[in-house]
């Protein structure tokens, strides 16, 4: 798992997140930390979950559902930027399915929590369900297509490919979220996993790959898609969300509390 300084986490993400102009519930690290191969510049994907009080709610002026915020680090040495959702945005993609969330509420790397995160996260299991196969084919899908139209082909697409596939064949086999490329490869053991890893991490001449390779690498794309979907097919996810009126109940709790 990729650690994150207590330099950077109190000198640059931290401040970050506090300038977000609403309560929060969370805020996580995405991203290429969270995926196991940052390399020094990777900028810092902050994601989390926000509560409009209840007069934005129920006034005549627009809501904030998203707040983006872009920031170059107190010294301009790091980059990150900071999304976050209203939560009951939040919880609405959570019963969509949609993974992407799911990977940002349970993300490790925890630039600032709350006891509400905490609960909602327990709720949240009732949220997994088969149906985020299709999430996570969509995903890798874009994903491919996004890779197959770069010349010359890179590296770190590729990788994003390969996490998004594993991520998906082990949430609907185990029910659980893991979306560190590296410690997924520990139940794959795929070796090129590896070896691409460390050609991103490696000088920017290494980060391309030969034309000649890319006839294995699609049909490991293809290979594991297919994976993915016998997965959606066998698992024994529950069919639909049994958390949809607990996690009502703590939407009207935290609006309430925020006033």
Not at 34 to 54: I, T
Not at 147 to 167: A, C, M, N, W
Not at 195 to 205: D, F, Q, T, V
Not at 246 to 254: E, I, K
Request: a negative charge; proline letters at 6%; hydrophobic letters at 40%.
């Amino acid at each position: 798992m990729s650690e994150i300084s207590a330099d950077i986490l109190e000198r640059h993400l931290l401040p970050a997140a506090r300038s977000q102009p609403y309560p929060l519930l969370f805020v996580t690290i995405s991203g290429a930390h969270l995926y196991g191969f940052p390399s020094p510049d990777s900028d810092y994907d902050l994601r989390g979950a926000h509560v409009l009080p209840l007069r934005e709610i129920v006034g005549l002026d627009e809501t904030r559902d998203t707040v983006e915020l872009m920031d170059a680090g107190a010294s301009g040495d790091i980059e990150l930027d900071l999304v976050t959702h209203d939560i009951k945005k939040f919880i609405g993609l959570l019963l969509k399915p949609n993974g992407y969330v799911l990977e940002q509420l349970y993300s490790p790397l925890i630039v600032l929590t709350t006891p509400e995160h905490m609960e909602l996260k327990a709720l949240a299991h009732g949220c997994i369900t088969r149906h985020h196969s299709r999430h996570y084919l969509g995903f890798a899908e874009s994903q491919w297509r996004l890779f197959e139209k770069e010349r010359p082909r890179r590296v770190k697409p590729l990788l994003y490919v390969f996490r998004v596939l594993l991520t998906g064949i082990h949430l609907l086999r185990t029910g659980e979220i893991m979306a560190n490329l590296r410690a997924l490869n520990g139940e794959f053991r795929l070796p090129y996993v590896e070896e691409l890893i460390a050609r991103k991490l490696a000088r920017p001449e290494q980060s391309t790959l030969d034309e000649a390779d890319i006839t294995f690498y699609e049909s490991e794309y293809w290979r594991l898609h297919g994976v993915l979907e016998e997965a959606g097919v066998t698992s024994r996810l529950p069919e639909r969300p049994s958390s949809r009126d607990a996690l009502n109940d703590f939407l009207v709790r935290v609006r309430m509390a925020a006033g």
